[in-house]
């Protein structure tokens, strides 16, 4: 069964970080690109950082480049996101997904697998 696991969110203050991780069974990092998506409230899902399969490559949307960092670790099969310099407009449900190709997707319809989210409040 394969099932991912997103732990790691919580209440920070703008300018703060958090670590977000997501703990994957029954399916091998290096047979998945992983991603990070997140929902804001009343907003739609927006990608938000992505690793290759190979773990040769990063993506990352506009608005979260040079404050957010995807790295996985095959070892733990645990894909994290390191959230640095954050802002209130970070806040939202953050998920985890996977899909079976080298590449990452934007689009959320193409990805397998997804975790239970957990939810980031950036508020002073």
């Known amino acids: 069964e394969v099932q991912l696991q997103a732990s790691g969110g919580g209440l920070v203050q703008p300018g703060g970080s958090l670590r977000l991780s997501c703990v994957a069974s029954?399916?091998?990092?290096?047979?998945?690109?992983m991603s990070w998506l997140r929902q804001a409230p009343g907003k739609g899902l927006e990608f938000v950082s992505a690793?290759?399969?190979?773990?040769?490559?990063?993506y990352y949307a506009d608005s979260v480049k040079g404050r957010f960092t995807i790295s996985r670790d095959t070892a733990k099969n645990t894909v994290y996101l390191q959230m640095n310099s954050m802002k209130p407009e970070d806040t939202a449900v953050y998920y985890c997904?996977?899909?079976?190709?080298?590449?990452?997707?934007?689009?959320?319809?193409?990805?397998?697998?997804w975790g239970q989210g957990t939810l980031v409040t950036v508020s002073s």
């Open positions: 997904a996977a899909r079976p190709y080298h590449y990452y997707s934007s689009r959320p319809t193409d990805y397998n697998y």
């Open positions: 029954g399916l091998p990092l290096e047979d998945f690109a």
């Open positions: 690793i290759t399969r190979s773990g040769d490559r990063t």
